[in-house]
């Protein structure tokens, strides 16, 4: 069996014809959380017996797990096994291939869920992927990619829609822009600005005052106020930040992000080159709505001004981390001399 949809789970643990093994992984961890608890509740039920539910997790007893698949099931229809974020960078060679041998087990009636909800191998990843592998034969593999903006619109909207409350796609967006498109964070924040909202619809003033920016989301900010020739405003967020205690070296190399961001989407549309592809190929992911928003910051600057503002920011950077000097005066001085090449280049 391939790699399966999370329309074909959905309609596995409804219909309870379960695959004896599942391997459930991706960049989007809420979505694997969710999904190994509704199909460890499917498999094994609300409230689990300990004959028919044995639980693992980081550094895993082999020999434990291979009796635990093995076992039969006692006064249920199924023995469930549930592996979460086990640290195959522990694992030697043989350790590896026990664990391989384990996944081939086909014990009547246990099912086997290996969910890999936080952990990530880096040493072993290519065992992870010979897994994922043996695993497809006869089993089903799911892996929940980073969503897109327009769907994470959506998944915000449906959030706020079960509290009663309605969200415009222009706020959901203004929400991710703002928090960033981790979907823990984004279902935190949907939950902390629900329970504040009197009315029945979530206002963007009211998204401004309760949600906490991520320091990408404030120096994208900073950057479009440079861009846009906002010197004030820009030196106000600057103040802000370093009264926040942000680190420097962060805000330079995030913001170093957000012009390479706008001077690759520039040079993209002078070559033709639809933001999809911009996106496939600098594999941007979960970040390509950063390319839109750099697109709209950047209208009314030069694309020799772009190409000056990155110049400025790699000297920063060099000097930054080979002469001592005061971070805040030196990053007060970058500003001053980006917003200049902006206000000389716009167009």
């Not at 017996?49 to 082999?62: I, T, Y």
């Given at each position: 069996m391939p790699k399966i949809t999370e329309t074909e789970l959905k309609k596995?643990?409804?219909?309870?014809?379960?695959?004896?093994?599942?391997?459930?992984?991706?960049?989007?961890?809420?979505?694997?959380?969710?999904?190994?608890?509704?199909?460890?509740?499917?498999?094994?039920?609300?409230?689990?017996?300990?004959?028919?539910?044995?639980?693992?997790?980081?550094?895993?007893?082999?020999?434990?797990?291979?009796?635990?698949?093995g076992v039969v099931p006692f006064m249920s229809e199924y023995n469930c096994v549930l592996v979460t974020d086990i640290f195959l960078d522990s694992y030697d060679?043989?350790?590896?291939?026990?664990?391989?041998?384990?996944c081939k087990m086909r014990a009547e009636g246990t099912i086997l869920i290996i969910s890999m909800t936080s952990y990530v191998p880096k040493r072993n990843a290519k065992a992870f992927e010979s897994i994922c592998k043996s695993a497809q034969k006869d089993g089903s593999v799911i892996k929940f990619d980073s969503l897109n903006e327009a769907t994470l619109e959506k998944q915000i909207g449906k959030w706020v829609?079960?509290?009663?409350?309605?969200?415009?796609?222009?706020?959901?967006?203004?929400?991710?822009?703002?928090?960033?498109?981790?979907?823990?964070?984004?279902?935190?924040?949907?939950?902390?600005?629900?329970?504040?909202?009197?009315?029945?619809?979530?206002?963007?003033?009211?998204?401004?005052?309760?949600?906490?920016?991520?320091?990408?989301?404030?120096?994208?900010?900073?950057?479009?106020?440079?861009?846009?020739?906002?010197?004030?405003?820009?030196?106000?967020?600057?103040?802000?930040?370093?009264?926040?205690?942000?680190?420097?070296?962060?805000?330079?190399?995030?913001?170093?992000?957000?012009?390479?961001?706008?001077?690759?989407?520039?040079?993209?549309?002078?070559?033709?080159?639809?933001?999809?592809t911009l996106a496939e190929d600098f594999s941007y992911g979960k970040r390509t709505f950063a390319l839109d928003r750099a697109r709209r910051s950047t209208r009314q600057v030069s694309t020799e001004a772009l190409r000056s503002c990155l110049d400025a920011l790699s000297e920063a950077d060099v000097k930054m981390k080979s002469v001592a000097v005061n971070p805040r005066l030196f990053i007060e001085q970058l500003i001053a001399r980006l917003l200049l090449i902006a206000r000389e280049g716009r167009k």
């Open positions: 596995q643990i409804k219909s309870r014809s379960f695959s004896p093994v599942y391997v459930l992984y991706g960049s989007e961890q809420l979505y694997v959380r969710r999904y190994t608890e509704m199909l460890v509740e499917a498999v094994a039920g609300k409230t689990p017996s300990d004959f028919n539910f044995h639980s693992f997790g980081g550094e895993v007893n082999l020999d434990t797990l291979a009796s635990a698949v060679s043989d350790g590896l291939d026990k664990l391989k041998a384990i829609n079960r509290q009663g409350k309605f969200i415009s796609r222009i706020n959901a967006s203004r929400l991710i822009k703002l928090c960033g498109t981790d979907l823990n964070r984004l279902k935190n924040e949907v939950d902390k600005i629900c329970a504040y909202t009197s009315g029945e619809e979530i206002q963007g003033d009211t998204i401004d005052k309760l949600v906490a920016q991520t320091l990408e989301a404030k120096i994208f900010s900073l950057s479009d106020m440079v861009l846009s020739g906002r010197g004030d405003d820009a030196f106000q967020t600057l103040d802000r930040l370093f009264y926040q205690k942000e680190e420097p070296v962060m805000m330079l190399y995030v913001l170093s992000t957000a012009f390479t961001d706008a001077y690759r989407v520039r040079v993209a549309d002078e070559s033709g080159v639809d933001i999809k």
